[in-house]
Nanobody
Framework: QVQLVESGGGLVQPGGSLRLSCAAS????????MGWYRQTPGKMRELVAI???????NTAQSVKGRFTISRDNAERTVYLQMNSLKPEDTAVYYC????????????WGQGTQVTVSS
């Protein structure tokens, strides 16, 4: 089966930066979509940024200009560079991936905590 392993979360001060990584392993060699979502207690999991295999992106308005998504298809890895972090960015960040357009399954990582606080 597929496993997504995340790394890079932590505690940073407002205005700081973090770089999240997510590496996929298992039987799926190509993912149509890979990206990042986040969730705070009492709220729904929300889109942060996703990227298609061909490089098209969809980024949440709240993070545009601050967060940048990238991916290495050969390594099945997706990254999220987070700059100018704000306290409201505090959340558990989840990596997600979909094998192909027609697939109904969406794989999730375990989540990594990002805390922005002074």
């Amino acid at each position: 089966q597929v496993q997504l392993v995340e790394s890079g979360g932590g505690l940073v001060q407002p205005g700081g930066s973090l770089r999240l990584s997510c590496a996929a392993s298992g039987s799926i060699s190509r993912f149509d979509v890979m990206g990042w979502y986040r969730q705070t207690p009492g709220k729904m999991r929300e889109l942060v940024a996703i990227m298609s295999y061909g490089g098209n992106t969809n980024t949440a308005q709240s993070v545009k200009g601050r967060f940048t998504i990238s991916r290495d298809n050969a390594e099945r890895t997706v990254y999220l560079q987070m700059n100018s972090l704000k306290p409201e960015d505090t959340a558990v960040y989840y990596c997600g991936a979909r094998p192909d357009t027609s697939s109904y399954v969406f794989y999730w990582g375990q989540g990594t905590q990002v805390t922005v606080s002074s």
